[in-house]
């Protein structure tokens, strides 16, 4: 449980921690929240010759507003899970974001954990990349040779990879705000308080004279990289809002929902989601998407607004790629 | 004195036994302001690592440590070849047979490896971080053997060898026939004229204690002499046997369990790292310490359950039980660790449960595997026993068309049928079955839990209801020493206690039975004040440390109340005959006619008069005045060792609901009343009761560690091996029925076990209660929703799980495991 050694830096600004990114080389790493690097280097399945705390960049923190009814919401990507959580503008505009926040492990790893670090992270069983889809969210990006924006649908790119390069950093979200009657809920499916979603859809629908005028659905876990249900969006799209709608568009259009997955890019994929494996959350696991779909979406038709869960508790983390593979008893060998 | 005299003679003071005393030693356990082993800090102190194998079966070529022997504080490498002389080998003191066979079991491997997480070098350094560097250093060389992993397959016909240098992977075979034995009759014959028989195999999966404090032990040097704290259930046990192992006198050898962090069975042991860490502090005449990791821990420290059994019961139409076939195949692991092979031997027993069975047959196969030893964990054998039993029980009531309970209440012993010596040949003490059932269905809301099981049936519902019973017993206080002899055991099963009564008047105990978290302080205070009638607060319970208290047996099998606690009773009992002669002294009356009740002496029929045993005690330490002939000392000592074990019981049941959807289970409802014998303390038995049903509900719906192909841990953090936590268990209504035991002067029966032993099987058949009639009839522990969702859409037990962990800390997206992974476990297993 010791890491191995590593140079360390420590800027104040977004400028400062781009220069002692390059200044580290391929071998450096971001340090958010930790609660997803510092368990790896513990383990010594990651060894980054140089960390970058962005602890100290303290305009990288906080929530604002951008632009009037029709603009953003601006949150920065050292905004703890904690601080998403009670933040009013979020609660106002993005509740969605809040309620799946508060499915993040525990309050310890909330206090530490960041808004940015998770997205950043990209594990597909992580909660907050799936609702970042459904929000439509936008990602930009600072890297040496200025800023970019790049959209959720973009961001992700596969397993455990985003759109960053190595030498950018993920300074804000900017979450559109939604106009109109929207109802939003976070349905996540684990086995014990601690642990990471096996499955879990975000789910916002905007109805409108007792229909349902638009629908957005992510899914959490169901791929390498979070989805969106498309296809059981379109089916909901126009329908009378009640639990028929809802009941027909999971199942029916699951295939569709699966096909909207992510063309493979690059790199050895995990074996279950090369292709011609069978399809994430397929019909033999148990891990259906349909009932989740079902549930989520039934459950906003029912009480719109968002449905606080009990505090989840804690202990699941999983790896970067590793940067040194190692022979270790017990994690299985590389 | 006044006090005493005011007091009306009727009104005593009021007994500590049964008072619900909030634990005294929580406040220092909870903060951990105390010295757990890992706290300590030596002068000169050194720190080991431990080169570990990533592979289960392999020869070892070569151990290169020249790069870590030059490593920046690093102070010394030492490899199983170096140590090969003096290690000999970890000690098993358990031989449940005869022929059976120990491949030996040495603390560092010197040959070859036989499962992932076994010691192949220890690195001491000035650090831990520089040891902990220098592990990476080190080269090992493995050529590869053929791994060992499935019990079944390993007893086949051709199967490879888990030793390379043992020809069987068999360790021993145990039989026990009731027709042989004479405690019933023939089973094949009862089973021969039998109206029905089931059969079924049902798999107890491999667990992992996962006690809360990781292992840590060091050792300081002395001249010839050592003193090694380690966090151990078994200060006096682990002194006896690293003694024989090493060589080390007995006298030049002190051990001392400081606070210890819970243990579950786990703790039990003589570990290759305690005698490593003692080794290499011979060899370098310094401190020196171990800790593990959690890592560490989940991966080399012993694992507990892992049989698979199958289990006949042949009955009469009317529900009359004829006979039980069991056979056992126990995975022992890779080696034979403390009581490794006696595990299995604990539960055989037990299998009979309450019911009374005419015959009986046990068989059982202890199997070697290249993977990590298995040993004691919390119930040790009996819970295996008690599914096993319960399980066939509800299989046998729907063969039979029958109510499980009706089937229960038809073959159960009866109250009055006390003390019954069952077909297996213990002796039951005491206890009323149908008491206890009738008030936990109470406590449950049974018939309402029924009548909306009925309704959700009828209408479809995607949730089902089911309810599960378990009407369990279990045999503990680990103790009878003839008994344990006769089955072989290395040791006895008493327990020692003495009671010193200092000048100031107040007490010091000194146990022999070692608590790790249960309360023991709390407890024998609370004994110790009733029998000297002293404050609680004046007395003190010394334990763990073999100079301060030399006889012990420690605590474990749920021994400690019934056998350490009636040691204590019996040494006060005898603090008191000695204080009696003094006090007469004292008093100038004669010893016949002294009463003794709230802490005083007085003359029968004199009020006024009296002397208190804590006034006594100053007097004896003075000595001044003292009756002639006897010796100024009022302290005792006491050895218990009762004749039979006692026997809790008590019937458990669980409301549990099916989400047909996702497969996922959740406890609805879950009631139990427990018949421990005499309470000494409820808030600590409803402690106990709490513990153990989190223990035995986490076995029937979270925990199993997963091996992969090539004998990985699959399920090597606590991200994969999943242990409960408060959040995911369901509240519990707990109730008592109390029987004392006749077998000790307490009437207490044990409890650490108990809601353990009973909760797994009630679990499990309230699930299969609620989807039995989908067609389900089994489902694999644990019951995650990928296997529920099987069972309920594909049919069967819902499979193995998937050998890949998550892809947590890369345990899952491992050249390794991904290439194992199965559609099943496309992203990762049970996430
Ligand atoms: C016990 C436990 C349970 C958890 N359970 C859940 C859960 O149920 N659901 C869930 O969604 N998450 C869970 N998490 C993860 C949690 O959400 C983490 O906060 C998150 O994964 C990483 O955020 P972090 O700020 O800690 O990032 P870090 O660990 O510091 O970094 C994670 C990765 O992102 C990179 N990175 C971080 N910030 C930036 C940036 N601004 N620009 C570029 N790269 C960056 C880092 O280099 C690193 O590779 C859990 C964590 C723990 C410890
Ligand atoms: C071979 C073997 C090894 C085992 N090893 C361990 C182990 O090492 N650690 C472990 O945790 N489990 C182990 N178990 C399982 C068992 O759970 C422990 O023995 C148990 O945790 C505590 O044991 P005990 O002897 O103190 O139990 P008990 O004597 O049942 O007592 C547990 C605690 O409850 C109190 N108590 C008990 N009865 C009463 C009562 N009537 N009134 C008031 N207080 C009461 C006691 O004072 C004590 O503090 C083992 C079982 C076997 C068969």
């Known amino acids: 449980m010791i890491p191995a050694a590593f140079d360390y830096a420590r800027p104040t600004t977004v400028d400062e921690a781009l220069q002692a990114l390059a200044a580290g080389g391929e071998d450096a790493k971001v340090l958010a929240g930790g609660q997803s690097l510092i368990p790896v280097m513990r383990l010594r399945l990651a060894a980054p010759s140089m960390v970058v705390d962005l602890t100290r960049v303290t305009e990288l923190r906080g929530v604002r507003e951008e632009g009037g009814d029709d603009g953003a919401l601006v949150i920065g990507a050292m905004t703890t899970h904690s601080d998403v959580v009670s933040d009013p503008l979020i609660a106002q505009h993005a509740p969605l974001i809040a309620q799946a926040t508060e499915t993040v492990a525990d309050r310890q790893v909330r206090h530490r954990g960041t808004f940015g670090g998770a997205l950043a992270h990209a594990d597909p069983a992580g909660d907050l990349p799936a609702v970042a889809l459904a929000l439509d969210a936008e990602f930009v990006l600072a890297g040496p040779g200025g800023r970019r924006t790049v959209p959720a649908r973009e961001f992700f790119v596969d397993y455990l990879t985003t759109a960053l390069a190595e030498d950018e950093l993920l300074v804000e979200v900017r979450v559109p705000k939604l106009a109109g009657q929207w109802g939003m809920h976070y349905e996540k499916f684990n086995r014990v308080a601690q642990a990471w979603s096996i499955v879990a859809v975000a789910a916002a629908v905007r109805r409108e004279d007792g229909h349902i005028a638009e629908a957005r659905i992510g899914l959490t876990n169901m791929g390498p990289t979070p989805l969106r249900a498309t296809a059981s969006e379109q089916a909901l799209a126009g329908a009378v809002a009640g639990a028929d709608a809802v009941a027909e568009a999971g199942p029916a259009r699951r295939r569709g929902n699966l096909a909207q997955r992510r063309p493979q890019r690059q790199g050895r994929l995990p074996c279950a989601s090369r292709p011609g494996a069978h399809p994430p959350g397929g019909q033999r696991s148990g891990r259906s998407p349909d009932v989740g779909v079902s549930r989520a979406t039934r459950e906003l038709v029912h009480r719109p607004g968002s449905r606080r869960r009990g505090v989840a508790g804690a202990a699941r983390h999983r790896a970067d790629r590793p940067l040194h593979a190692r022979r270790r008893p017990g994690l299985g060998h590389r | ?831």
């Open chain 2, 1 to 831: 004195m006044t006090a005493v005299e005011d007091r009306p003679a009727t009104a005593g003071p009021a007994k500590e036994v049964g008072q619900a005393r909030a634990r005294k030693e929580d406040a220092r356990l909870i903060t951990g302001r105390t010295a757990w082993t890992d706290n300590m800090v030596l002068p000169g102190m050194l720190h080991l690592a431990v080169v570990r194998s990533p592979v289960a079966h392999a020869k070892l070529l070569s151990v290169d440590v020249e790069a870590a022997r030059s490593a920046p504080n690093v102070v010394a490498v030492f490899t199983g070849r170096d140590l090969a002389e003096e290690q000999g080998s970890i000690p098993c003191a358990w031989p449940v047979t005869d022929t059976m066979v120990n491949p030996g079991h040495p603390s560092v491997a010197v040959d070859e490896v036989n499962h992932v997480g076994e010691a192949v070098a220890v690195i001491v350094a000035r650090s831990k971080t520089a040891a902990q560097d220098a592990v990476e250093l080190v080269d090992v060389d493995y050529d590869p053997l053929p791994v060992v992993l499935d019990m079944e397959q390993a007893l086949a016909d051709g199967a490879a060898l888990t030793h390379d240098h043992v020809s069987t992977n068999e360790s021993f075979r145990w039989i026990f026939e009731s027709g042989e034995a004479g405690t019933g009759g023939s089973t094949d014959e009862a089973f021969a004229g039998a109206e029905v028989v089931v059969s079924r195999r049902f798999v107890q999966q491999r667990l992992i204690p996962a006690f809360m404090e990781p292992r840590s032990t060091v050792v300081q040097p002395q001249g010839d002499n050592f003193t090694m704290w380690s966090s151990t259930q078994v200060p006096h046990i682990l002194r006896i046997m690293l003694a024989m192992t090493t060589g080390i006198p007995e006298h030049k050898l002190r051990v001392i369990a400081p606070d210890v962090g819970g243990g579950f069975g786990g703790k039990l042991q003589v570990t290759p790292e305690e005698v490593l860490t003692l080794l290499v502090a011979k060899r370098l005449g310094k401190p020196v310490k171990w800790t593990e990791t959690r890592s560490e821990s989940l991966m080399s420290a012993h694992h507990g359950r892992d049989q698979v059994q199958f289990i006949d019961i042949a009955a009469d139409r009317d529900g009359t039980v004829r006979g039980l076939k069991v056979h056992l195949l126990a995975d022992m692991g890779a080696y034979l660790r403390l009581v490794t092979p006696g595990v299995p031997i604990l539960g055989a027993f037990m299998f009979p449960a309450i019911y009374k069975f005419p015959a009986y047959r046990f068989d059982c196969q202890g199997v070697f595997t290249n993977k990590t030893p298995t040993d004691a964990y919390r119930g040790a054998g009996r819970p295996e026993a008690t599914f096993a039993i319960e399980r066939i029980m509800d299989e046998l009531a729907v063969e039979l068309g029958m109510d499980p309970l009706e089937l229960r209440r038809k073959n159960w012993i009866r109250a009055e049928e006390f003390p019954f010596t069952t077909v297996a040949g213990l002796e039951y003490d005491s206890g009323d079955y149908e008491q206890a059932t009738r008030q936990a269905l109470e406590l449950l809301g049974y018939d309402e839990l029924r009548e909306e099981q009925r309704r959700r049936r009828e209408s479809g519902d995607p949730v089902q209801l089911g309810i599960g019973f378990s009407t369990f017993t279990e045999m503990c206080g680990l103790a009878p020493s003839r008994v344990l002899g006769s089955l072989s055991y290395g040791a006895g099963g008493w327990e020692h206690a003495s009671i010193r009564m200092l000048p100031t008047g107040k007490v010091e105990v000194v146990t022999g039975s070692t608590p790790h978290g249960q309360g023991h302080e709390t407890a024998w205070s609370q004994l110790v004040a009733d029998e000297l009638g002293v404050p609680f607060e004046d007395v003190e319970v010394l334990h763990g440390d073999t100079a301060i208290s030399p006889r012990g047996m420690d605590t474990y099998g749920s021994r400690s109340l019934v056998v350490g606690g009636a040691a204590v009773v019996n040494a006060a009992q005898k603090v008191v005959a000695k204080a009696r002669t003094v006090a007469a002294h004292l008093l100038e009356a004669s010893e016949d006619d002294l009463q003794f009740e709230g802490g005083t002496f007085s003359v029968r029929g004199t009020p006024g008069s009296g002397v208190s045993i804590q006034e006594i005690a100053l007097a004896t330490f003075a000595a001044h005045n003292f009756p002639d002939g006897v010796e100024p000392s009022i302290d005792a000592d006491a050895t218990f060792d009762p004749v039979n074990f006692s026997f809790p019981h008590g019937t458990h049941v669980c409301a549990m609901e099916v989400d047909t959807e996702t497969g996922m289970v959740t406890i609805r409802k879950y009631a139990c009343v427990d018949d421990v014998g005499t309470i000494v303390n409820p808030l600590i038995v409803e402690g106990q009761i709490h513990g153990g049903l989190a223990q035995g509900i986490a076995q029937a719906l979270y925990e199993e560690a997963v091996y992969d192909d090539d004998g990985n841990l699959t399920t090597g953090t606590f991200v994969d091996y999943l242990v409960p936590s408060a959040a995911d268990l369901p509240h519990f209504d707990t109730g008592n029925t109390v029987h004392a035991a006749p077998g000790n002067p307490i009437g207490a029966k044990g409890v650490g076990e108990a809601g353990c032993i009973a909760s797994t099987p009630a679990v499990v058949n309230a699930a299969l209660d609620a989807v039995r009639h989908l067609g389900v009839s089994d489902i694999l522990m644990p019951l995650t929703p990928e296997r529920v969702w099987r069972a309920l859409h594909q049919g069967g037990d819902g499979g193995d799980r998937a050998p890949a962990g998550t892809n947590a800390y890369g345990g899952a997206q491992t050249e390794t495991t991904a290439g194992v992974s199965t559609p099943e476990s496309r992203l990762g297993g049970d996430r």
